[in-house]
């Protein structure tokens, strides 16, 4: 029989030859004659290097690459914010201009900002919050494409489902019906090019809203009679879960849920605290 090896178990021996290829790549995007080539492989492989993020994010000039993957490691993902590198971002969130460029840049600084969100950190919707993040995604949600509005949804999305975020958004009669007017714009739209994702993360919005119990109550005048109506059946036939949503969302609404009935005479978003 062969004597034992003395080298590196085989797993440990591939662990270390993938850190060695990641170190590799982020030295070449230094090296303006590689750097494409280091990008495109990274991007490729960056499932697989599961510390590419830390690498990333203590590398010298190498922050602006794979900026979603820093975002979202738990690791990097409060370095990123107390850098506040998300505010190099909002001046491509703030155009207006719908160009396949400009529209690529909305998508990519939006999926950034999604990267943050999806993790569910109250400290991460605490920054934004401080931020002009909500009136950026809904300037977004109004004039972007299809992609880029849902992104947007998804973000206001994830800041209502935290408590923070919620109690932000329904502090004022103004932030209240700035958010409710984009979303009631975007069903009516949704009638006419309905997009069964989009349609998912607004009646999401408006569900979470509904929890509040004096948004619930300004919901029963200005919840958009379309998601009454039935117009969107056929649209959410293979959604269970959506219709789930929507069936909550209109039980809160018609007096079932927190809401309850608006007092006579009382604007239900009469909202001074």
């Not at 935290?162 to 409710?180: H, K, N, P």
């Not at 979303?183 to 994702?197: C, E, G, I």
């Amino acid at each position: 029989m062969a004597g034992s090896s003395s080298g590196p178990a085989p797993g440990q021996a591939a662990k270390d030859k993938k850190m060695a290829s990641a170190e590799q790549l982020v030295l070449e995007l230094c090296d303006p004659e590689l750097r494409e080539n280091a990008l495109l492989e990274l991007s490729k492989k960056r499932e697989i290097f599961q510390d590419l993020a830390p690498l990333l994010w203590h590398s010298f000039g190498t922050i602006a690459a794979l900026l979603q993957c820093v975002a979202s490691h738990p690791e990097t993902r409060i370095l990123f914010l107390n850098a506040h590198i998300p505010l190099y971002l909002y001046p491509f969130l703030n155009t207006t201009s719908k160009t396949r460029p400009f529209e690529y840049l909305r998508l990519t600084s939006l999926g950034v900002i999604g990267a943050l969100v999806k993790v569910d950190d109250t400290e991460v919707i605490s920054f934004l919050l401080q931020t002009e993040i909500i009136p950026l995604c809904l300037r977004t949600m109004e004039m972007g494409s299809e992609l880029s509005k849902t992104v947007a949804t998804f973000i206001v999305q994830k800041i209502l489902l935290d408590d923070v975020g919620l109690r932000y958004i329904c502090a004022t009669a103004e932030r209240f019906f700035a958010v409710g007017s984009v979303l009631a714009n975007m069903v009516v739209s949704l009638a006419d090019q309905p997009s069964t994702r989009l349609l998912k993360h607004i009646i999401r919005c408006y569900l979470r809203l509904s929890d509040n119990p004096r948004a619930c109550a300004a919901l029963q005048s200005c919840l958009p009679d379309m998601l009454k109506d039935g117009t969107f059946n056929n649209c959410l036939r293979d959604d269970p879960a959506t219709r789930r949503w929507l069936q909550q969302l209109l039980h809160n609404v018609t007096g079932g849920g927190m809401g309850g009935a608006p007092q006579p005479g009382m604007d239900p978003m009469n909202m001074g605290m």
